[in-house]
């Protein structure tokens, strides 16, 4: 068995997409009355999807940087605190996650390889 047969290629990207998200969410909130700047947002599981549906593998999506529409403050900002405290919280869940399952991936090959 090899490590992409049991996803584990494709959690490696959703879990590098979702440091990445934190990152950017962080900077987001860093900038939340900084005049001018615009929110920025993470896009990876859209074309993930598309990817994996069409048959291609997780090899072929990258996680990108985009500057989000938002609704615009008087002083030209985009940041919503609120959003962004949602969707850390959101982020945060989905790296557990993935991480639980590549914790548990690992092991059943482990026990695999030890012959239990």
Do not use: C, W
């Not at 929110?39 to 859209?46: K, T, Y």
């Not at 405290?85 to 690992?106: C, E, F, H, P």
């Amino acid at each position: 068995m090899t490590p992409s047969a049991f996803g584990i290629d494709t959690l490696g990207r959703v879990l590098d997409a979702a440091a990445l998200r934190h990152k950017v969410i962080a900077q987001n909130v860093a900038n939340v009355n900084t005049p001018g700047y615009r929110r920025l947002a993470v896009e990876f599981e859209d074309e993930l999807g598309k990817v994996l549906g069409a048959g291609g593998t997780a090899d072929a999506v990258a996680p990108k940087v985009v500057v989000a529409d938002q609704a615009e403050r008087v002083d030209g900002n985009t940041v919503d605190l609120d959003r962004e405290m949602g969707d850390l919280t959101k982020n945060g869940l989905l790296y557990q996650a993935a991480a639980q399952i590549v914790a548990s991936r690992m092991a059943a090959m482990r026990s695999a390889v030890s012959g239990r």
